[in-house]
Nanobody, 136 residues
Framework: EVQFVESGGGLVQPGGSLNLSCVVSGFTFSYYDMTWVRQAPGKGLEWVSVINSVTGSTFYADSVKGRFAISTDNAKNTLYLQMNNLKTEDSAVYYC?????????????????????????????WGHGTQVTVSS
């Protein structure tokens, strides 16, 4: 059974940092695109970042570019998201997910603005999320 388990969320002040982890079991992600997606209260899903575990290529949403860094430890089957200079608008539940065999672009477009519950049923593999709250 495939399981994604996120951790590292919590309460942090604006300007602070957090490092999120996603430990994957039952699935070797070294062949696939791995992503972080978030959902803020009252909003739909928003793509944050993606990394191709084979090439190491990374991409970021404009809203987090220059502040967040995605990485993997393939030997540990773990995905990370280092978040720096956090802003209040970064408050959300953060999910690790993969389109698995689906093409990345269309998959991201498909899940945009969906609820987590709907997106997780549709395609790919998803964790249950970790809460990040940025507040003074």
């Amino acid at each position: 059974e495939v399981q994604f388990v996120e951790s590292g969320g919590g309460l942090v002040q604006p300007g602070g940092s957090l490092n999120l982890s996603c430990v994957v079991s039952g699935f070797t992600f070294s062949y696939y695109d791995m992503t972080w997606v978030r959902q803020a209260p009252g909003k739909g899903l928003e793509w944050v970042s993606v990394i191709n575990s084979v090439t190491g290529s990374t991409f970021y949403a404009d809203s987090v570019k220059g502040r967040f860094a995605i990485s993997t430890d393939n030997a540990k089957n773990t995905l990370y998201l280092q978040m720096n200079n956090l802003k209040t608008e970064d408050s959300a539940v953060y999910y690790c997910a993969t389109p698995h065999q689906a093409p990345l672009g269309p998959w991201l477009a498909d899940i945009a603005s969906m609820s987590y519950q709907d997106a997780a049923k549709r395609s790919g593999y998803w964790g249950h999320g970790t809460q990040v709250t940025v507040s003074s």
